[in-house]
Antibody, heavy 124, light 105 residues
Framework: EVQLLESGGGLVQPGGSLRLSCAAS????????MAWVRQAPGKGLEWVSA????????YYADSVKGRFTISRDNSKNTLYLQMNSLRAEDTAVYYC?????????????????WGQGTLVTVSS | SFELTQPPSVSVSPGQTASITCSGD??????ACWYQQKPGQSPVLVIY???KRPSGIPERFSGSNSGNTATLTISGTQAMDEADYYC????????FGGGTKLTVL
């Protein structure tokens, strides 16, 4: 059974940093691209970042480029999101999601498994 | 930048067919997918690569994509289908539509 379990969310002051983790199980982690998607309270889904399975290609939304860094440790089956220079508008539930297509390339054709999400609140 | 536009809301009677559209420039040349999200839950992929259903998704969910519009169709809509629906495509980056609230009256 595929499982994605996010952790690391919490309350942080503007300008601060957080590191989110997503522990994956139930599939060959290195064979799939992964992504982070966020949802501000009462708002829609917003893609944040994606990473390929094993060749290290990364992609970022303009709203987080230069502040967030996505990475993965395939030996630990874990996805990360390092978030720096946090702003109030980064407040959201952050989901990690698994690409539907086997192969590891980021194609953006769909994410078939999602974690339960972790809440990040940026406030003084 | 590439944008996807969805109607904010769609209403349907139980047992009828619901259609939710997603518009974007030359969307038909890209793959579209759809997610269902119920309150307090994580999104669920219901259609990917325009018209494929992941395992476990009922056959009443179908999709199409042509020209500038992708469409999610729910045949024989049930009360349990009431949810927010999001389209998504790839244009150098992942792009989500703004979401459509489906109400089953």
């Amino acid at each position: 059974e595929v499982q994605l379990l996010e952790s690391g969310g919490g309350l942080v002051q503007p300008g601060g940093s957080l590191r989110l983790s997503c522990a994956a199980s139930g599939f060959t982690f290195s064979s799939y691209a992964m992504a982070w998607v966020r949802q501000a309270p009462g708002k829609g889904l917003e893609w944040v970042s994606a990473i390929s399975g094993s060749d290290g290609n990364t992609y970022y939304a303009d709203s987080v480029k230069g502040r967030f860094t996505i990475s993965r440790d395939n030996s630990k089956n874990t996805l990360y999101l390092q978030m720096n220079s946090l702003r109030a508008e980064d407040t959201a539930v952050y989901y990690c999601a698994k690409d539907v297509i086997l192969g590891g390339t980021v194609r953006g054709v769909g994410f078939d498994y999602w974690g339960q999400g972790t809440l990040v609140t940026v406030s003084s | 930048s590439f944008e996807l536009t969805q109607p904010p809301s769609v209403s349907v009677s139980p047992g009828q067919t619901a259609s939710i559209t997603c518009s974007g420039d030359k969307l038909g040349y890209k793959y579209a997918c759809w997610y269902q999200q119920k309150p307090g839950q994580s999104p669920v992929l219901v259609i990917y690569q325009d018209s494929k259903r992941p395992s476990g998704i009922p056959e009443r969910f179908s999709g199409s994509n042509s020209g500038n519009t992708a469409t999610l169709t729910i045949s024989g809509t049930q009360a349990m289908d009431e949810a927010d629906y999001y389209c998504q495509a790839w244009d150098s980056n992942v792009v989500f539509g703004g979401g459509t609230k489906l109400t089953v009256l």
